[in-house]
């Protein structure tokens, strides 16, 4: 028995998560297939890469994680396996697996070229079902992820430079905004341990031209409804919230952009 999850930014209106499911259970009748999301905000690959970072840590060794963001498909750009230590990765090179395969133990990348782990007609608008699901049924049913392909040197990583701390000064970026309107960072939780502030001061933050002043605490509740609070969310990652409320819209930001911390 194989556990195989699967991402992607399909919803579940129509039938594509189930085609790839079909798929791989064809091929390997006892897989335990579960989902992680296919809520991801249509062709954003920032998102759908950090909800596979967070994610993959709490699965058994050996799990095989298919993710299917792709506006380029059926471009040049690779499919690709990825071996971790704790598990696999299949989907496309796009940046949308390099998150998940450093926390995974990254190993050896191959891609996906044989013949045999692709559908013998191929969609070149539905990588999902055909290549990806089809790689991830062969494998979960006991073929080497080697066999693929040609292995290759290293993964797309999204177009991020790392986390500045300069003083009290921290420039970072926006790698996530969940379902309450909270902005997660980049900027994990041991660089927070550097950063010379304690819980109940003031932090200003710059997005764009914007200017907010926020307080620094460790739960929601320790700011007054409406306020903005700065802390260390569930994920791991400094984030930006406002209690009963929505931090995207007053600080007016996206995935990938540029955020200015003053502590």
Request: proline letters at 5%; charged letters at 25%.
């Amino acid at each position: 028995m194989r556990v195989v999850t699967l991402l992607s930014d399909f919803g579940l209106r129509d039938g594509y998560v189930a085609q790839m499911k079909g798929t791989i259970l064809d091929l390997c009748p006892n897989a335990v297939i579960t989902d992680i999301s296919h809520d991801v905000e249509r062709h954003n690959i920032p998102m759908g890469s950090f909800l596979l970072e967070t994610t993959v840590p709490y699965f058994p060794k050996g799990t095989i994680h298919v993710a299917v963001v792709d506006p380029g498909v059926g471009s040049a750009r690779k499919a690709i396996v990825i071996e971790c230590n704790a598990g696999l990765l299949i989907g496309p090179d796009n940046g949308l697996m390099a998150r998940a395969s450093e926390k995974l133990g990254l190993k050896s990348i191959y891609e996906i070229r044989e013949k045999e782990f692709q559908r013998t007609s191929v969609s070149s608008t539905f990588h999902g079902r055909d290549v990806f699901a089809y790689a991830a049924g062969l494998i979960a049913s006991g073929r080497r992820p080697e066999e693929v392909g040609p292995r290759i040197s290293k993964p797309e990583k999204l177009p991020l430079s790392s986390p500045m701390l300069s003083g009290r000064k921290l420039t970072c970026h926006v790698l996530y905004v969940d379902a309450f309107g909270n902005v997660v960072t980049d900027v994990e939780e041991k660089m927070v341990r550097k950063i010379p502030w304690k819980s109940g001061e003031s932090v200003q933050i710059t997005s764009g031209s914007r200017k907010l002043q926020a307080q620094c605490v460790r739960s929601y509740y320790e700011v007054d409804k409406g306020a903005m609070a700065v802390l260390v969310g569930s994920q791991g990652y400094l984030e930006v919230a406002v209690r009963e409320g929505n931090a995207k819209d007053k600080l007016d930001v996206r995935p990938l952009e540029k955020l200015e911390f003053r502590f």
